[in-house]
């Protein structure tokens, strides 16, 4: 996926402003830009388009912290719409955290990571542009979340359960752990995990991050069929044996973790 423009981020100015629609002008920054009619599916509501695309220009620092929002009726002439819509749009903007509205005066960008709204997490997301750093953050938290399930849910799970969990990823391997069953495999295993933890926050953590990636293109395999399989099948050992699978799911995918942080760095 393209990457989107940095050039707002060092404009001197810390106000962004959009580009006049009249003709001759430069066109306006990508991120900032009205959507195409052809790529836009009807929205649930009017104001969703002109959210999201000043909610991706504030993630993607188009739209940097301290700079401050384009007037109003800048912003509706650009994307079309009425001022009642746009002000809707920054309110939902507002109330996540991502601007600071004040009477009398404009509307300033917040820092993301400043926000403490959860669904900004979704946003990160979703509206993530597929850049070094996004699948870094995104695989590391896979990862590093399963390590968390495995660990707790080895210290507290009975037996039985644990059995049953290892069975699971038994079976996987044993139909050689093909690539085309990873995405479904992993739902079913890191959800059972889950719940085997009996901790209400993973539990509704690990559902809400499957449901979030439903429909979404899979995660590059970064093992072979034949790697997966020995993977998965230690880790079914491990859990029967009280051999702290967690430690040896660390341990596989840390220079997998170490190489996407290397190639973040060079990436940039």
Same mark, same amino acid.
């Given at each position: 996926?393209?990457?989107?423009?940095?050039?707002?981020?060092?404009?001197?100015?810390?106000?962004?402003? &959009?580009?006049?629609?009249?003709?001759?002008?430069?066109?306006?920054?990508?991120?900032?830009?009205?959507?195409?009619?052809?790529?836009?599916?009807?929205?649930?509501?009017?104001? #969703?388009?002109? /959210?999201?695309?000043?909610?991706? @220009?504030?993630?993607?620092?188009?739209?940097?912290?301290?700079?401050? &929002?384009?007037?109003?009726?800048?912003?509706? %002439?650009?994307?079309?719409? $009425?001022?009642?819509?746009?002000?809707?749009?920054?309110?939902?903007?507002? #109330?996540?955290?991502?601007?600071?509205?004040?009477?009398? @005066?404009?509307?300033?960008?917040?820092?993301?990571?400043?926000?403490?709204?959860?669904? =900004?997490?979704?946003? =990160?997301?979703?509206?993530?542009?597929? $850049?070094?750093?996004?699948?870094?953050?995104?695989?590391?938290?896979? /990862?590093?979340?399963?390590?968390?399930?495995?660990?707790?849910? @080895?210290?507290?799970?009975?037996?039985?359960?644990?059995?049953?969990?290892?069975?699971?990823? %038994? #079976?996987?391997?044993? !139909?050689?752990?093909? =690539?085309?069953?990873? +995405?479904? /495999?992993?739902?079913?295993?890191?959800? !059972?995990?889950?719940?085997?933890? *009996?901790?209400?926050?993973?539990?509704?953590?690990?559902?809400?991050? /499957?449901?979030?990636?439903?429909?979404?293109?899979?995660?590059?395999?970064?093992? $072979? *069929?034949? +790697?997966?399989?020995?993977?998965?099948?230690?880790?079914?050992?491990?859990?029967?044996?009280?051999? *702290?699978?967690?430690?040896?799911?660390? *341990?596989?995918?840390?220079? =997998?973790?170490?190489?996407?942080?290397?190639?973040?760095?060079?990436?940039?």
């Amino acid at each position: 996926m393209a990457r989107r423009t940095n050039a707002a981020r060092t404009s001197p100015s810390p106000r962004v402003r &959009l580009a006049s629609t009249r003709p001759g002008s430069s066109p306006p920054p990508p991120s900032l830009a009205a959507p195409d009619a052809r790529e836009s599916a009807p929205r649930a509501h009017a104001a #969703d388009a002109v /959210f999201e695309h000043l909610a991706s @220009a504030i993630i993607d620092g188009s739209l940097p912290p301290g700079s401050s &929002l384009p007037p109003e009726r800048e912003l509706s %002439e650009r994307f079309g719409v $009425s001022r009642l819509i746009v002000r809707q749009a920054v309110h939902r903007l507002a #109330d996540m955290g991502l601007v600071r509205a004040r009477q009398g @005066a404009s509307t300033q960008v917040v820092h993301p990571n400043e926000a403490r709204d959860l669904r =900004v997490i979704e946003l =990160v997301y979703r509206l993530g542009q597929g $850049s070094p750093r996004d699948i870094r953050e995104l695989i590391e938290r896979q /990862f590093l979340h399963g390590y968390s399930l495995l660990s707790l849910a @080895a210290r507290r799970a009975s037996k039985e359960r644990i059995r049953s969990i290892a069975e699971l990823a %038994e #079976d996987y391997a044993n !139909r050689g752990a093909p =690539v085309s069953e990873m +995405q479904a /495999f992993e739902k079913t295993f890191f959800t !059972r995990l889950a719940e085997a933890t *009996d901790n209400r926050f993973y539990i509704l953590e690990t559902g809400w991050w /499957f449901k979030m990636t439903e429909g979404r293109e899979g995660r590059p395999p970064l093992f $072979s *069929d034949e +790697q997966r399989q020995t993977f998965y099948r230690e880790i079914a050992r491990r859990l029967v044996e009280d051999r *702290d699978a967690a430690r040896f799911y660390l *341990d596989t995918l840390s220079p =997998v973790l170490d190489m996407i942080g290397a190639m973040t760095l060079m990436g940039r």
